[in-house]
């Protein structure tokens, strides 16, 4: 019975880890502007001209903003719609990204 209860729990645990794994189309913006600006190509030079002057780079996707720990491979993105593949931290603000990649429009 102990190894049952112990197998669901272990099943339980897995599945809660696996909600927080997946892949985001959005864009790379900057952290200055990401929620004034929003999820769109038009600020594209904003988000470069910020990013080059030193603002960290984040991921915007379905009105949503997250920090990224890969911030070199952000940077070379910034301003570009792009698909993003990580695990998002529990509190949900913070991506720990895999890979990103320019996303074919």
Known sequence: ???VIACVVLVF???CMALYAGEWTGYISDANCAAKKGESADHAACAKSCITRGAAAVFVSEG???KLDKQDEAKKLAGEKVVLKGDVSEDGAS????SIEKAEN
């Open 13 to 15: 645990a897995l599945s």
């Open 1 to 3: 019975m102990r190894r």
């Open 64 to 66: 949503k903003v997250y």
């Open 95 to 98: 991506i720990k990204v895999e």
